[in-house]
């Protein structure tokens, strides 16, 4: 995992050393600082040692979902990093890698249709609706390469949820913006619901944590309840935070379209001429003072 990170960081940038040649403005600094963002929030989840706490506290798998779905999800797109890391691979790496976007070939449309917005939005949302189920989380955390699979799938479909509220390859119609203010609002209220069922459950909910406590004792000195309070409070707030000003900030760009857009009123608009009802035109003659 730490190799991919590390190739993915290269091809990055060396794609955005080129395109700053060429369009400054795209490959700005900011774009930058978002991909080492996105980049650390991974490396925290995957190859920290929150990783390697899972095992023992339910807090450092809350932990990592707060990284990969609400920290290196959004800021992979905001960093550009498709296209950057397109422009720094090889130019027949890049061609097919365009073409594949392009073409109508049966991979082409296995990706459109596999990547549209409705089912992107259905996967995430079951993705970690499923993360906190008990039985699943009993299950996958007594198989640690069982864990990791499925910690790559919950990225993945976060990967796939951001594309169409952040902006990626532009493969699919375009994406209305009340419609994405919808599914931000859609994936804010279950991530709320089960932030608080976990937080305010008065009983273990994972047997598999439970038996960790039990067998080794759990670091910081939490108790089982404890720990499971703390990692659903985080998942709460930091989920909020994230979805809530997302939400915000798509809004924001509705009114702020909505007033740019908006027509002068024409001159005279209310004259009693263009107010009359059609076929009473004659009231308006009748009425008019002398």
Not at 86 to 103: D, E, V
Not at 193 to 213: D, E, K
Request: charged share 15%; glycine share 8%; net charge positive.
């Amino acid at each position: 995992m730490s190799l991919l990170l590390l190739l993915l960081a290269v091809a990055y940038v060396r794609g955005w050393r080129r395109m700053r040649t060429v369009q400054p403005h795209l490959a700005s600094r900011v774009r930058l600082v978002a991909f080492v963002i996105s980049m650390a929030a991974l490396a925290g989840a995957l190859i920290s040692p929150v990783e390697t706490w899972t095992d023992r506290l339910l807090v450092a798998r809350a932990l990592q979902k707060v990284l990969l779905c609400m920290v290196a999800a959004p800021f992979f797109w905001l960093a550009g990093t498709f296209h950057f890391v397109a422009w720094g691979l090889p130019t027949r790496w890049r061609r097919g890698i365009g073409g594949l976007l392009r073409n109508r070939s049966q991979a082409g449309r296995l990706l459109r249709n596999s990547t549209q917005p409705g089912f992107t939005w259905l996967l995430f949302v079951s993705s970690f609706l499923i993360w906190h189920d008990p039985a699943f989380v009993n299950y996958t955390m007594a198989h640690t390469w069982l864990h990791r699979l499925t910690l790559c799938g919950l990225g993945l479909a976060a990967i796939l949820f951001w594309w169409h509220i952040v902006g990626g390859p532009r493969i699919h119609t375009r994406f209305p913006d009340w419609v994405r203010f919808a599914s931000l609002v859609g994936v804010e209220i279950p991530n709320i619901v089960s932030g608080i069922a976990i937080a305010f459950a008065s009983t273990p909910l994972y047997s598999y944590y439970a038996l960790a406590h039990a067998a080794a004792g759990y670091p910081l000195r939490l108790t089982v309840i404890e720990d499971q309070m703390l990692s659903g409070g985080i998942i709460w707030v930091f989920g909020s935070m994230t979805y809530f000003y997302s939400a915000v900030m798509v809004l924001n760009k509705i009114f702020r379209d909505n007033d740019g857009n908006s027509a002068r009123p024409l001159p005279n608009w209310d004259a009693d001429a263009r107010m009359i009802a059609p076929g009473l035109e004659h009231r308006v003659r009748e009425n008019r003072y002398p």
